[in-house]
């Protein structure tokens, strides 16, 4: 029971590049969320997928989009990375409604250039 | 929109001591205040959580003590380890559209020296 996994675990970019993280869990969790984490700011959810086929935006949803490929499966991808996106990524997990424990994965930490 | 305050930012504490960190919330819908622990490299994991049906809840060397009125929580680490060297948050959570809708504090860096 691998928990959150998330991959790649660091990443380089250059400014206009776009790529994909992706994010997995073996709880069969119901919700899924992507945050972002800076300094002195705490953790800020980008996007959230309550269950399988839905998602929506959360409090910083500018410059990403998600997927929700399975129920399984949540992945944040970057178009064109901008260097105000350079922050640690965690992606988290929860089972339903009335269940509010939250399971992170180990983060991808990404520098855009 | 900061609506849960964290405070302090730093804490150093001996070993022994008692760390203590508090935070204040805004909005009376949330309904569930969890901690969470973060090591270096690591993802947050839940620490200890509390409903605001009570005041006090205690899980070992633990503590959260909650004052509804004041709109107030705070977590006590007794007998303070440098095992237990770490970021904190807290947290204010609530159920919206079928998602856990969670509200982070900014984080306390603790670090506890021998």
């Known amino acids: 029971n691998a928990g959150v996994t998330q991959t790649p675990k660091f990443q380089v970019l250059k400014t206009g590049q776009s790529m994909t993280l992706q994010c997995a869990q073996d709880m069969n969790h119901n919700s899924m969320y992507w945050y972002r984490q800076d300094p002195g700011m705490g953790l800020r959810l980008i996007y959230y997928?309550?269950?399988?086929?839905?998602?929506d935006k959360g409090e910083v949803p500018n410059g990403y989009n998600v997927s929700r490929l399975n129920k399984r499966e949540f992945s944040l991808r970057l178009e064109s990375a901008a260097p105000s996106q350079t922050s640690v990524y965690f992606c988290?997990?929860?089972?339903?409604?009335?269940?509010?424990?939250?399971?992170f994965g180990p983060g991808t930490r990404l520098t855009v250039l | 929109q900061q609506q849960v305050k964290q405070s302090p930012q730093s804490l150093i504490v001996q070993k022994g001591g008692i760390s203590i960190i508090n935070c204040a919330y805004e909005n009376t819908a949330f309904d569930y205040f969890p901690w969470y622990q973060q090591f270096p490299g690591k993802g947050p994991a839940l620490l200890i959580a509390?409903?605001?049906?009570?005041s006090e809840k205690k899980e070992g060397r633990f503590t959260i003590s909650f004052n509804k009125s004041a709109k107030q929580f705070s977590l006590h680490i007794m007998d303070s380890q440098p095992g237990d060297s770490a970021t904190y948050f807290c947290?204010?959570?609530?159920?919206?559209?079928?998602?856990?809708?969670?509200?982070f504090g900014t984080g306390t860096k603790l670090q506890v020296i021998p």
């Open positions: 988290a997990s929860s089972e339903a409604w009335g269940k509010n424990e939250q399971f």
């Open positions: 947290a204010a959570s609530r159920n919206s559209g079928g998602y856990q809708k969670v509200t």
């Open positions: 997928s309550a269950s399988e086929g839905t998602t």
């Open positions: 509390i409903r605001p049906d009570v």
